[in-house]
């Protein structure tokens, strides 16, 4: 069997997290991963998908899963037993600037003439810094990589340098860094697909499971996503994902979508393979109500559940149109603070009656869960406001009945400010005091004991310690709010109290630890609580389960899956045999 043309790896946020004590915290509390960040980008599936329909080979190791499941594996021996003629590595999310360049710098060590190669949106903004590292030989920018990458692994393979592959930092044979020009910025996305299928086709080639799931519980949770756009129209302040952010690291001036039907079709491969929701990626809205109504005329009758996100306020048509398509849908909405002045600050520029019409006019029409979402260290926003949002979301409650429908959510904006987010970009105009700016520095600050002390930033109207203060008395309040509404259990709101009061116990004792202990024997320290830390790490100021959609004993499609599997086998046989005569059977 040939070997891979490029393998992706996924590193842990900090490589040797089994081997560090580090509280923390909240930081993943309302996302699927764990605080190490376990879940791979979207893009994973697209790029395998996209290169494998361009006669590569391709292979996904998500090393973090693997680290999470068994302490005994052994991700270094792993690596060093990789077969590949390249590596990519992603940094998008920055909190992977440590174990991203620790796992290049072990695909360096044993596979020393093999090319190691870095894309994402933190790698794009970054890449004049990070091609510097030793252990790095490309990255690949912007956005949309799938024809750039292409290219490039095409060079690999074929022995040529890359001087004509566009949106490429990379070292020449001489070790001089060049910059190609940024030229690749497609104007749609219909050149790519979702990649389930090349995911089910990978599993079976590679008898690989493990490796390929997007995050730890996946198996057990099969959460599907499919992407509708590429870039934004809006002008968040701390999303590094905003209009201005594109700009900067893609070159894009406007954002690009997928076709409608495409994005429907994605849709129905989803399904074939899980019960878990379909979350689809991007305000439907961002292409017009135009683009939104032919996808939902094109995606009627596909079972549910699905997820979908809304960037602004929902009129009560659009709510209908919506549930008329996707019946028992679940909404997702983040208009971070319950504040307008905050809310001003942060670009989003609608009224709390639009929030409050979002919520009832969604609920009204069906929406089996309306998830309601805040945030803490944002731009005019003290302690007292956030606080405050746990008021505001009773007084909703209040107003809606009761309806256990409505679930909110508060977490720290955590780890890091968004390099090319326009608070970064210019902190003084929003109020912000930065410790990092340079991807070393972001790679250094995950190294620090708790969450508190990796914080990128602190604002004029709250330091680190006030923060983190705040952030767990907040969820201290709205998870008793969530349990007197009876939106969780009451031994569900217990254990996320004893959680908070240990990570706050914790937090204090490593503060102590810190001013008290000689630097270099807080690690040493630090390890003795690893025990006590770890039980504080998850489900901090929420239970992550409350994210989660029942799926019912039976998680995936088995039948389908089945026949997707035959289907697959087939194809790669006759694929392998081209004096085969018989065509590969459809399903």
Same mark, same amino acid.
């Given at each position: 069997?040939?070997?891979?043309?490029?393998?992706?790896?996924?590193?842990?946020?900090?490589?040797?997290?089994?081997?560090?004590?580090?509280?923390?915290?909240?930081?993943?509390?309302?996302?699927?991963?764990?605080?190490?960040?376990?879940?791979?980008?979207?893009?994973?599936?697209?790029?395998?998908?996209?290169?494998?329909?361009?006669?590569?080979?391709?292979?996904?190791?998500?090393?973090?899963?693997?680290?999470?499941?068994?302490?005994?594996?052994?991700?270094?021996?792993?690596?060093?037993?990789?077969?590949?003629?390249?590596?990519?590595?992603?940094?998008?999310?920055?909190?992977?600037?440590?174990?991203?360049?620790?796992?290049?710098?072990?695909?360096?060590?044993?596979?020393?003439?093999?090319?190691?190669?870095?894309?994402?949106?933190?790698?794009?903004?970054?890449?004049?810094?990070?091609?510097?590292?030793?252990?790095?030989?490309?990255?690949?920018?912007?956005?949309?990589?799938?024809?750039?990458?292409?290219?490039?692994?095409?060079?690999?393979?074929?022995?040529?340098?890359?001087?004509?592959?566009?949106?490429?930092?990379?070292?020449?044979?001489?070790?001089?860094?060049?910059?190609?020009?940024?030229?690749?910025?497609?104007?749609?996305?219909?050149?790519?697909?979702?990649?389930?299928?090349?995911?089910?086709?990978?599993?079976?080639?590679?008898?690989?499971?493990?490796?390929?799931?997007?995050?730890?519980?996946?198996?057990?949770?099969?959460?599907?996503?499919?992407?509708?756009?590429?870039?934004?129209?809006?002008?968040?302040?701390?999303?590094?994902?905003?209009?201005?952010?594109?700009?900067?690291?893609?070159?894009?001036?406007?954002?690009?979508?997928?076709?409608?039907?495409?994005?429907?079709?994605?849709?129905?491969?989803?399904?074939?393979?899980?019960?878990?929701?379909?979350?689809?990626?991007?305000?439907?809205? %961002? =292409?017009?109500? @135009? #683009?939104?109504?032919?996808? &939902?005329? /094109?995606?009627? *009758?596909? $079972?549910?559940?699905?997820?979908?996100?809304?960037?602004?306020?929902?009129?009560?048509?659009?709510?209908?149109?919506?549930?008329?398509?996707?019946?028992?849908?679940?909404?997702?909405?983040?208009?971070?603070?319950?504040?307008?002045?905050?809310?001003?600050?942060?670009?989003?520029?609608?009224?709390?009656?639009?929030?409050?019409?979002?919520?009832?006019?969604?609920?009204?029409?069906?929406?089996?869960?309306?998830?309601?979402?805040?945030?803490?260290?944002?731009?005019?926003?003290?302690?007292?406001?956030? %606080? =405050?949002?746990? @008021? #505001?979301?009773?007084?909703? &409650?209040? /107003?809606?009945? *009761?309806? $256990?429908?409505?679930?909110?959510?508060?977490?720290?904006?955590?780890?890091?400010?968004?390099?090319?987010?326009?608070?970064?970009?210019?902190?003084?105009?929003?109020?912000?005091?930065?410790?990092?700016?340079?991807?070393?520095?972001?790679?250094?600050?995950?190294?620090?004991?708790?969450?508190?002390?990796?914080?990128?930033?602190?604002t004029k109207w709250m330091d680190r310690d006030a923060i983190a203060a705040t952030t767990y008395e907040t969820g201290r309040r709205l998870n008793r709010l969530k349990a007197c509404y009876g939106i969780i259990s009451q031994e569900k709101a217990d254990e996320t109290e004893q959680r908070i009061e240990r990570a706050l116990s914790l937090m204090a004792r490593i503060d102590r630890l810190l001013e008290t202990v000689p630097p270099d024997e807080v690690d040493q320290e630090l390890w003795a609580l690893?025990?006590?830390?770890?039980?504080?790490?998850?489900?901090?100021?929420?239970?992550?389960?409350?994210?989660?959609?029942?799926?019912?004993?039976?998680?995936?499609?088995?039948?389908?899956?089945?026949?997707?599997?035959?289907?697959?086998?087939?194809?790669?046989?006759?694929?392998?045999?081209?004096?085969?005569?018989?065509?590969?059977?459809?399903?």
């Amino acid at each position: 069997m040939s070997i891979p043309d490029l393998t992706f790896l996924h590193a842990p946020s900090v490589y040797d997290f089994r081997r560090r004590a580090t509280l923390w915290g909240p930081i993943s509390d309302v996302v699927p991963s764990t605080p190490i960040y376990d879940m791979y980008p979207i893009g994973f599936a697209s790029l395998c998908d996209y290169l494998e329909r361009h006669g590569l080979r391709t292979r996904i190791v998500n090393l973090a899963v693997r680290m999470l499941r068994s302490d005994s594996f052994d991700a270094e021996r792993f690596i060093s037993r990789l077969d590949s003629r390249a590596f990519g590595i992603d940094l998008h999310w920055l909190p992977h600037a440590q174990g991203a360049l620790e796992v290049a710098q072990l695909v360096r060590q044993h596979h020393p003439g093999v090319p190691v190669l870095i894309g994402g949106f933190s790698a794009s903004y970054y890449h004049e810094e990070l091609i510097r590292y030793p252990q790095v030989d490309y990255v690949v920018r912007g956005d949309s990589t799938e024809e750039p990458l292409r290219q490039l692994v095409e060079c690999i393979r074929d022995g040529r340098e890359p001087l004509d592959v566009p949106n490429l930092t990379w070292k020449d044979s001489a070790g001089e860094v060049r910059v190609n020009p940024q030229s690749y910025i497609p104007s749609d996305l219909n050149h790519i697909r979702s990649g389930y299928r090349q995911m089910v086709r990978s599993v079976i080639r590679d008898r690989d499971l493990v490796s390929c799931v997007p995050f730890n519980h996946w198996l057990k949770y099969p959460v599907t996503a499919t992407l509708s756009v590429r870039g934004c129209s809006q002008h968040c302040a701390v999303c590094g994902g905003c209009a201005e952010g594109h700009k900067m690291m893609s070159g894009r001036t406007q954002p690009a979508f997928r076709s409608p039907e495409d994005l429907a079709q994605d849709v129905r491969e989803a399904r074939r393979i899980s019960r878990g929701p379909v979350f689809i990626l991007g305000d439907l809205r %961002l =292409g017009g109500r @135009e #683009y939104a109504s032919r996808f &939902l005329r /094109a995606v009627k *009758g596909v $079972r549910g559940p699905f997820m979908i996100e809304v960037s602004w306020p929902v009129e009560r048509d659009y709510a209908e149109e919506l549930a008329a398509a996707m019946p028992g849908l679940i909404v997702e909405f983040s208009p971070d603070s319950h504040d307008p002045a905050v809310r001003e600050a942060m670009g989003k520029n609608y009224s709390n009656k639009g929030i409050e019409d979002t919520v009832r006019n969604c609920l009204d029409v069906g929406a089996t869960r309306f998830d309601l979402f805040f945030m803490i260290g944002l731009p005019e926003q003290t302690a007292a406001s956030a %606080l =405050g949002t746990v @008021e #505001y979301c009773e007084s909703l &409650l209040k /107003a809606l009945g *009761g309806d $256990r429908r409505l679930v909110p959510f508060t977490a720290p904006l955590a780890p890091f400010l968004d390099p090319a987010s326009r608070a970064f970009e210019d902190p003084e105009q929003f109020g912000y005091r930065l410790h990092c700016r340079s991807l070393e520095d972001h790679r250094q600050a995950l190294l620090a004991p708790t969450w508190k002390h990796i914080l990128s930033y602190e604002t004029k109207w709250m330091d680190r310690d006030a923060i983190a203060a705040t952030t767990y008395e907040t969820g201290r309040r709205l998870n008793r709010l969530k349990a007197c509404y009876g939106i969780i259990s009451q031994e569900k709101a217990d254990e996320t109290e004893q959680r908070i009061e240990r990570a706050l116990s914790l937090m204090a004792r490593i503060d102590r630890l810190l001013e008290t202990v000689p630097p270099d024997e807080v690690d040493q320290e630090l390890w003795a609580l690893k025990d006590e830390i770890e039980r504080a790490n998850t489900s901090t100021v929420c239970d992550k389960g409350e994210l989660d959609v029942q799926v019912g004993w039976l998680a995936f499609n088995v039948l389908e899956l089945f026949k997707l599997g035959v289907s697959e086998v087939w194809d790669m046989v006759w694929r392998s045999n081209r004096h085969h005569r018989a065509p590969p059977p459809t399903t």
